[in-house]
């Protein structure tokens, strides 16, 4: 999504401009295809794309048990993608237990492309 301040974002969820990681760059410097089609060289982009904030949080729980997944049952999804993508805890976890889920997420995402 175009953003006024002509920077392209991965979303257009509410929190997408407090997070940094969801901007792809400016359109006037490079091609909004290229911007676009970038972001599908991220794998996390590829998991939030394929099965979403939630899943991805529940993937986590598993090593940091302080994460009852059921807490977040009803919290919307844009915002468990910012607590995601703002804690650096969760994303150390991501970071050390990716290569668990890459081949399913990325098999997932080829199915639906």
């Known amino acids: 999504m175009r953003q006024p301040c002509n920077r392209m974002k991965a979303c257009c969820g509410i929190t997408s401009n407090m997070i940094e990681y969801l901007d792809l760059g400016n359109p006037e410097k490079y091609s909004i295809r290229h911007l ?15 099965e979403g904030a939630h899943k991805i949080l529940e993937f986590v ?11 977040y049952a009803h919290v919307h999804h844009c915002l468990v993608c910012a ?10 976890i991501l970071k050390q237990h990716y290569d668990e889920i890459y081949s ?9 492309k």
Do not use: A, C, G, P
């Not at 676009?36 to 394929?50: A, V």
């Not at 399913?104 to 639906?112: R, T």
């Open 36 to 50: 676009y089609n970038n972001q599908f060289r991220d794998f996390l982009k590829i998991w939030l794309h394929t």
């Open 61 to 71: 729980s598993q090593y940091e048990k302080r994460i009852n997944i059921e807490d």
């Open 83 to 92: 607590i995601i993508l703002k804690n650096k805890e969760i994303m150390s």
């Open 104 to 112: 399913n997420v990325i098999l997932k995402y080829h199915m639906i």
